[in-house]
């Protein structure tokens, strides 16, 4: 279930229009997401949250992870601790 009203801010360091790069920050809440358009890769900096994939499996992440959301993934994520990230988001 989704829950609070998590505010965001990225910023883009690099787009070619195939790949970007960037920072991600987020606020405690939970928000579905479905069918992604891009495969991400990203690494945790700061904060606690959960993703959960639509087969109800879920995976605890924290600072000094590294994950990798591929094209097509849907799920929920909940933001526990205010979250900080670097990603590299790629069309290909």
């Known amino acids: 279930a ?5 505010t965001t801010a990225s910023d883009t360091y690099f787009n070619n229009g195939y ?5 991600w920050t ?3 809440g939970s928000w579905p997401v479905s ?3 891009t495969t991400e890769a990203f690494m945790v900096l700061e904060g606690v949250f959960f993703l ?3 087969d109800g499996s879920a995976r605890r992440c924290a600072a000094g992870d590294t ?3 591929p094209k ?4 929920q994520w909940d933001v526990i601790e205010t979250v ?5 988001d790629s069309r290909l």
């Open 35 to 37: 069918e992604r358009t």
């Open 2 to 6: 989704n829950h609070g009203a998590p």
């Open 72 to 75: 097509g993934w849907s799920g």
């Open 67 to 69: 994950v990798v959301l």
């Open 26 to 28: 987020c606020s405690p």
């Open 84 to 88: 900080k990230k670097v990603w590299v």
């Open 52 to 54: 959960t994939n639509k």
């Open 19 to 23: 790949v970007s790069v960037g920072a």
